[in-house]
């Protein structure tokens, strides 16, 4: 297999990881409301949904800009690893809906497992990532790609442990897409 190929396999499954961890939302618990009259729990007969419902437009729309964009994926990446899975997955939702499609597990059952690869010290590093907005690239649909390399840390991370990203603007925020 080619380098290439290798690297895009690399990436697609930390992005599939990333998007699989935002879909789920506790679909297998059932929703239970209190009957007023009986004092007593009663169990809906409507399943979870899978998924979450699509985000919902922000009343503070975020702006449309690549630092925006930027911000986005650096919340992503301190809240791995501090392993604020919610976080993680509302970010990586649209991204994590694909994951899961193509069959891999829940968003936040597969950020865990993702996480739990990470050193100590690439956690550790996380925490105060940033990025190098001179390896960002936007591209004409507005989309916004972030490489591996961009990421400014204490620890190296290649490819295959985190993966690059890339960025859309939906319902007033940045969403990660793939």
Known sequence: MSKPAIRL????????ALLAASACQDGGKTDTTSDPKAGLPVASSTPSAPSPPPPSPSSTAVPKTTEAAIARYVTVL????RGDLKTVCVIA?????????EGFGKCRTTFAI??????????SALRSAT?????????ANGDVDI????????ARFT???????TLSYRH???????
Request: no cysteine; glycine share 8%; proline share 3%.
């Open 93 to 101: 939702g649209p991204a994590a809906k694909k994951a899961e499609a």
């Open 9 to 16: 396999g690399a990436s697609v499954l930390t992005l599939t």
């Open 159 to 165: 490819e295959h442990d985190l993966g690059g990203v």
């Open 131 to 139: 990025i190098n907005k001179t390896r960002v690239t936007r591209r």
């Open 147 to 154: 490489p591996t390399r961009a990421v400014v840390s204490s």
């Open 172 to 178: 007033g925020n940045w969403f990660m897409i793939d």
């Open 78 to 81: 301190h809240a791995l690893s």
């Open 114 to 123: 993702m996480r739990s690869m990470f050193s100590d010290s690439q956690l």
